[in-house]
T-cell receptor, first 111, second 114 residues
Framework: DAGITQSPRHKVTETGTPVTLRCHQTENHRYMYWYRQDPGHGLRLIHYSYGVKDTDKGEVSDGYSVSRSKTEDFLLTLESATSSQTSVYFC??????????FGPGTRLLVL | DQQVKQNSPSLSVQEGRISILNCDYTNSMFDYFLWYKKYPAEGPTFLISISSIKDKNEDGRFTVFLNKSAKHLSLHIVPSQPGDSAVYFCAASSMKTSYDKVIFGPGTSLSVIP
């Protein structure tokens, strides 16, 4: 199994509060991704990174920001959480191929 | 507007029979396709992939077929086992545009009945 951890694994927060999710890898892979999974939508890309300090937007980036200051860490921040951001969030990594390896997920509930 | 479609949200199959999961795509630039399997409360795991230069790829009980003219691919599981019960995501990417982006379908939930 690829060495990917996500923290926290579960989070309950209130509308309007900031939330940061962390993804940590031990594989030294160049690419890192954040997805959200919702019923009927599958996995949708929020943001991705192709190197330290190099990030780009995905399909559903509004309301989210990311940072990657080290190869091993990719942070996803919800500046002001909304109920529509209640979801399961997955981090993924990949090397120089299309195959992505996923973390265990973070279940976020915004009340 | 989904670029990768899995029109069957769920599928039930008897143990030992063949499971066929279907996937359609709309973007003709896609040239690499993947299937992922997901158990509840876990992250998706890579299952099998196929490049557009092939029309079939096999790995044990799993075979993926690609029909480029129809923009259709399918995953065959033979024989199906209860442990195969999971959600299966079809995914596609393009080496020509942004190979670091993979588009996922909505998933098909497979139940294999003992």
């Amino acid at each position: 199994d690829a060495g990917i951890t996500q923290s926290p694994r579960h989070k309950v927060t209130e509308t309007g509060t900031p939330v940061t999710l962390r993804c940590h890898q031990t594989e030294n892979h160049r690419y890192m991704y954040w997805y959200r999974q919702d019923p009927g939508h599958g996995l949708r890309l929020i943001h991705y990174s192709y190197g330290v300090k190099d990030t780009d937007k995905g399909e559903v980036s509004d309301g989210y920001s990311v940072s990657r200051s080290k190869t091993e860490d990719f942070l996803l921040t919800l500046e002001s959480a909304t109920s529509s951001q209640t979801s399961v969030y997955f981090c993924a990594i990949s090397g120089e191929t299309e195959t992505q390896y996923f973390g265990p997920g973070t279940r976020l509930l915004v009340l | 507007d989904q670029q990768v479609k899995q029109n069957s949200p769920s599928l039930s199959v008897q143990e030992g029979r063949i499971s066929i999961l279907n996937c359609d795509y709309t973007n003709s630039m896609f040239d690499y396709f993947l299937w992922y399997k997901k158990y509840p409360a876990e992250g998706p795991t890579f299952l099998i992939s196929i490049s557009s230069i092939k029309d079939k790829n096999e790995d044990g009980r799993f075979t993926v077929f690609l029909n480029k003219s129809a923009k259709h691919l399918s995953l065959h599981i033979v024989p199906s086992q209860p442990g195969d019960s999971a959600v299966y995501f079809c995914a596609a990417s393009s080496m020509k545009t942004s190979y670091d982006k993979v588009i996922f379908g909505p998933g098909t939930s497979l139940s294999v009945i003992p």
